[in-house]
């Protein structure tokens, strides 16, 4: 009789061992593509961007089915948005992948330099961080927008992108691949290990010397399953326990349309706002306002004791409103559903969301100038908006053509990552015969 426990000890080491001769094999690719000019990098990009567009039908067609049993199997309708790569989404994604290629190359720029007393000058400059590794959940334009960031800034990559998304990523990756065969590069630079299921995301997390950073993007378990295994060094990327925060200064009739677009545009994306705080002395006129917009968009609404109050005497037609527990305020819905609390003041807001908050990004409706000046310093988070949704923290907006994540931790990138966030940096001497007294 075959033991379970040895035999899933054979997978999982078939799989660790398949992984690390992966990333071994985009590691010698890499090599390449490092030596590669802007001229060439970017001409590979416009040929993988004219490839999507002219084979989309097939990426579509593979998404059309992993829609298809995602919604069978019970997928949330926020969720079922972030899965979808249809036609239009893919002409998105190759759109940009061009956009990448239009932006300055990180790679070989001199971050500082200058001459020591002795006459040796000294740079700092830009360079690739090697192999990544990606393990992310059912968001398949991330397989495009995470190959065009690491072509450009000289980078191979390994991408988990989870079951839900796996023909769809199958698809791309399939003709990204025939891209890089075309242009006389290997494969290997960016490459699948979805083959070997979960065992494959376990052995990326083992396979330190062979993956140099690891990347998560997903939800809050996914995330901090990597941050705690991990043997890899770890970029963290945010869950988006996101809020909103109406000053008593703020223009009510603006918080509006910033709220409702904050939550509702697209609901399960990590930038989407998660909560709702009110300063006290607008919260009897704004509270009742936010209700009736949120019900009509169908939100349901968590709120404290006194929010709550002010829903259930506004007598607001179609309302789903329910008393907030204390999981509320930690917990990300990635749903029609908000959290909304009123506070005594500008401090009590601060301090809720920096106990609360998943560091990702917070808004803040105000027409106060120091009020807006010190919710901005005080708050704890990668992005702060003025008077501005949420929804805009995301890497092509800032004009980085495409992100790999919004990274909430505070090492090197911080925020939404481009490309100078996907380079490390070495120092090279210039002498002329100096020797160390």
């Known amino acids: 009789m075959t033991n379970p426990q040895t035999e899933q000890g054979a997978v999982g080491a078939d799989a660790?061992?398949?992984?690390?001769?992966?990333?071994?094999?985009?590691?010698?690719a890499q090599g390449l593509l490092a030596q590669s000019n802007t001229e060439a990098k970017n001409e590979l990009l416009l040929a993988i961007a004219d490839a999507l567009d002219a084979r989309a039908d097939e990426i579509a067609g593979a998404n059309a089915l992993d829609m298809q049993e995602s919604f069978e199997s019970g997928m949330s309708a926020g969720k079922l948005d972030r899965l979808k790569f249809d036609v239009p989404r893919v002409a998105a994604a190759a759109q940009g992948v061009r956009h990448v290629a239009s932006?300055?190359?990180?790679?070989?720029?001199?971050v500082r330099g200058y001459h020591l007393e002795n006459g040796l000058r000294l740079e700092q400059v830009r360079v690739p961080i090697g192999v990544l590794g990606m393990i992310y959940e059912a968001r398949p334009n991330v397989t495009v927008d995470v190959a065009s960031l690491c072509v450009k800034s000289g980078n191979a990559v390994l991408l988990r992108g989870g079951h839900a998304a796996e023909r769809t990523n199958a698809a791309?990756?399939?003709?990204?691949?025939?891209?890089?065969?075309?242009?006389?590069?290997?494969?290997?630079?960016?490459?699948?290990?979805?083959?070997?299921?979960?065992?494959?995301?376990?052995?990326?997390?083992?396979?330190?010397?062979?993956?140099?950073?690891?990347?998560p993007r997903g939800g809050a378990g996914l995330i901090q399953a990597v941050v705690r295994n991990s043997k890899v060094p770890v970029i963290e990327t945010g869950a988006g326990n996101v809020h909103i925060y109406v000053d008593r200064s703020g223009n009510l009739d603006k918080a509006i349309p910033i709220l409702l677009n904050a939550k509702t545009q697209r609901v399960g994306v990590c930038n989407a706002t998660e909560k709702l705080l009110v300063h006290r002395d607008v919260a009897e006129r704004f509270i009742p306002l936010?209700?009736?917009?949120?019900?009509?968009?169908?939100?349901?609404?968590?709120?404290?004791?006194?929010?709550?109050?002010?829903?259930?005497?506004?007598?607001?037609?179609?309302?789903?409103?329910?008393?907030?527990?204390?999981?509320?305020?930690?917990t990300e819905y990635l749903a029609l559903k908000i959290g909304i609390r009123i506070v005594d003041s500008l401090d009590e807001a601060i301090e809720h969301i920096n106990r609360h908050s998943t560091g990702h990004t917070e808004s803040i409706i105000a027409e106060d100038y120091s009020a807006i000046e010190e919710f901005t310093s005080r708050i704890d988070s990668a992005v702060v908006m003025v008077n501005a949704s949420t929804r805009f923290t995301d890497g092509g907006v800032f004009g980085f053509g495409a992100e790999l994540g919004i990274s909430t931790q505070k090492m090197h990138a911080r925020g939404p990552m481009g490309l100078r966030e996907m380079t490390t940096t070495k120092w090279i001497g210039y002498g002329t015969g100096q020797v160390r007294a």
């Open 16 to 28: 660790f061992a398949a992984v690390c001769a992966k990333g071994d094999a985009a590691r010698r």
């Open 103 to 110: 932006l300055p190359d990180p790679v070989g720029e001199i």
């Open 172 to 215: 791309t990756l399939n003709i990204i691949s025939d891209v890089l065969a075309e242009h006389e590069f290997a494969p290997a630079l960016v490459a699948s290990v979805d083959e070997f299921g979960r065992a494959g995301a376990t052995a990326m997390m083992e396979a330190r010397g062979h993956i140099d950073v690891l990347i």
């Open 290 to 330: 936010a209700a009736r917009a949120l019900a009509e968009a169908q939100v349901e609404m968590h709120a404290d004791e006194r929010a709550y109050s002010l829903i259930d005497k506004a007598g607001i037609d179609g309302a789903n409103f329910v008393q907030a527990i204390d999981e509320d305020w930690d």
